[in-house]
């Protein structure tokens, strides 16, 4: 494969970022839309020519140059071009692409200089997700770790300006904030993890590693390094106790949501441990990685299902969703991992694309009890929802069907209590996202005065929802059941090494998770159809909408706890005390004896002719007598 389509994977996302970031000020929004949509549009373009080339049979690495060495330790921005890489490319730029084509709409009231900022930051953000997913080795990998963590700030607090609306927890600036702190513990054991493999292996290439690992080197600490870095998974994509980022995440620019949750960001842990998958195998914490995935997402689709704000809901669904994602992978079954994580993207954008289509309607109010009746205002938003929330449900024979089998069948044939915690996983979803769709598009609306006017949204921000509900719908066509599928087959050659291949296929789970859904599905709209405020409130659990109190926890055992350390003991004790001290003991030590040297500039000769003779003296009996 030639250098062209690296140039084109990463080159037009800078020149955007360039473009955008420098002149933004200077340009016209039309123009920095323009930009911003076509430098991604030709990184898709090089991820089509990486995948053509993949397809072909190539199969390498292509290495620009060396960038570290110390010693004997040496790192190279190089790229990988495999098929899970493929794959990855495809989605991040392809989903990318309808997100900043929809967004030329959505954010179109916002004044120049916002606007080409905005575009810079997502440039920015699918460049650094690229070379997290292209990387050849760790180092690399983490640079792009690093940078989809700094976009996520940048982009969730982009209304930085803006203070807490009526109703919320929290507000841009403080959800920025939060979001790039809680990543900090998980990214902290990402790089002990790193150091780890340094230290045993002497290199973070990927396939020296695993090539060194695989022949019995450095297995004392394999468990430690993959648990380290699965903290940083675990922080990245929102699985416990890291998920608390991500709801409070929604305060950005709903098309930023839509990238955060379906292309970038929270699925690089799913996809770090994918392409780390030796490692797991040899060490065996694949058994923490999936029971951590199948509590997460039982945990938050419960906090799904009593959810008020429009975003919200969606925001817990992708934790629940990630969760199912670790299962798999967690069990061994990556290639299933990898195919939910696909259709996953196009339906989970599709949701956020359509809520912000509400959004837009309504002025930016997301209480979803003020709403009602919106399918025939709204009808293509309606149907693209639907579309997608068919697709969530596990629908037969819409994408998520398909992926989410695939996952339900490896639990049912390596752990029945996950595969139990899964199917009612399953149930729960089909539940709360046709409990969401049933509050706002079905029945009469609640508040007239907030629907009167409310129309459809133009078609640059329709055509993106419209492209992204055929693959939500048909991608399933790809996956086939089980590991039969396109999709399976050329995932075969990454995933050789552990992947989970069954040679019975039990009808058991397929017919119980369709079973599920569609109880889910009846229930959710049946129970949500037509009810008033009062209504809804009585049937959502304070427990649930207080998302079971979590925050407040971490606030009283973990922030308040810090805080106080911090100002009582760090700064007033340890600050103030002794280092600020020290510094000012020896500052009026200085101011003291200057005030005694003082008292002999008198300005009189034979005052200075006495400490002169004084000094000699002194000097005199030192040398006779030291």
């Known amino acids: 494969m030639s250098s062209t389509a690296v140039a084109l994977l990463f080159v037009p996302l800078l020149v955007g970022v360039l473009l955008n970031g420098v002149f933004g000020a200077k340009l016209s929004k039309r123009l920095s839309a323009w930009i911003g949509v076509l430098a991604v549009g030709l990184s898709f373009l090089g991820a089509l020519l990486a995948w053509n080339a993949v397809r072909g049979g190539f199969s390498g690495e292509i290495t620009l140059y060396r960038w570290i060495q110390a010693g004997s330790f040496g790192a190279d921005v190089g790229f990988r071009f495999d098929p899970l890489s493929a794959v990855m490319g495809l989605i991040v730029t392809g989903v990318s692409f309808l997100i900043h084509i929809y967004s030329a709409g ?179 914490t694949g058994t923490v990685v999936a029971w951590i995935g199948a509590l997460t997402a039982i945990f938050a689709a419960t906090m799904a299902l009593a959810v008020f704000d429009f ?53 930016d109010v997301g209480d979803i009890r003020r709403m009602g009746g919106l399918a025939t205002k709204l009808p293509v938003t309606f149907w693209t929802f639907l579309i997608a929330a068919l697709a969530i449900a596990g629908f037969p024979l819409l994408s998520g069907f398909f992926s989410k089998d695939a996952i339900l069948l490896a639990a049912y044939q390596q752990s029945r209590a996950i595969f139990v915690i899964g199917l009612i996983t399953a149930g729960l979803t089909a539940f709360y996202i046709f409990r969401l769709l049933a509050i706002v598009f079905a029945g009469e609306s609640r508040d007239p005065s907030l629907t009167l006017e409310a129309h459809e949204s133009p078609p640059v921000m329709l055509w993106p929802m419209i492209l992204l509900a055929i693959p939500s719908a048909a991608a399933g066509v790809l996956l086939g059941f089980r590991e039969d599928g396109i999709f399976y087959r050329f995932l075969d050659p990454v995933f050789t090494h552990g992947e989970a ?86 500052g009026g030590a200085i101011w003291s004896g200057g005030a005694l040297l003082r008292t002999v500039q008198t300005g009189v000769v034979q005052t200075y002719a006495v400490v002169v003779v004084a000094g000699a003296v002194v000097i005199l009996l030192i040398v006779l007598f030291g």
């Open 311 to 363: 975003k919200g809901v969606l925001a817990y669904s992708t934790i629940s969703q990630l969760g199912y994602m670790f299962v798999a992978v967690g069990l061994g079954a990556y290639s299933a991992g990898i195919a939910h994580l696909m259709t996953h993207a196009f339906f989970k954008a599709l949701l956020f694309l359509a809520a912000g289509s509400v959004l837009h309607a309504l002025h």
């Open 501 to 586: 291949h069954a040679a019975a296929h039990p009808v058991l789970p397929m017919v119980l998770s369709i079973l599920v859904a569609l109880i889910g599905i009846w229930l959710g709209f049946v129970l949500f159809r037509a009810r008033p405020v009062a209504q809804l409130e009585a049937l959502s659990p304070l427990l649930l909408r207080r998302k079971w109190y979590v925050d407040e926890l971490y606030d009283l055992l973990i922030v308040r706890p810090t805080r106080w350390v911090s100002e009582r003991i760090l700064w007033k004790v340890i600050d103030l005390g002794i280092v600020d001290g020290i510094v000012n003991l020896v």
């Open 106 to 284: 959505y954010m179109a009231h916002e004044e120049r200089r916002g606007f080409s900022r905005y575009y810079a930051y997502l440039n920015l953000f699918v460049f650094a997700m690229l070379l997290l997913a292209l990387a050849n080795n760790y180092l690399l990998m983490f640079v792009g770790w690093e940078g989809v963590g700094l976009c996520s700030y940048l982009l969730i607090g982009y209304w930085y300006d803006r203070s807490r609306k009526p109703g919320e927890t929290t507000d841009p600036p403080t959800a920025a904030k939060k979001a790039f702190i809680v990543n900090r513990i998980g990214d902290a054991g990402f790089l002990l993890g790193m150091f780890l493999l340094v230290w045993q292996y002497g290199t973070l290439h990927f396939e020296t590693i695993f090539h060194e690992a695989e022949l019995g080197h450095g297995q004392a600490w394999l468990t430690a390094a993959t648990l380290l870095l699965f903290l940083g998974a675990v922080g990245k994509s929102a699985q416990i106790p890291l998920y608390v980022w991500l709801p409070d995440a929604m305060q950005g620019p709903t098309p930023v949501s839509a990238l955060i949750h379906a292309a970038t960001m929270v699925t690089a842990g799913v996809y770090m441990v994918a392409r780390s998958h030796v490692l797991y195998d040899l060490a065996g």
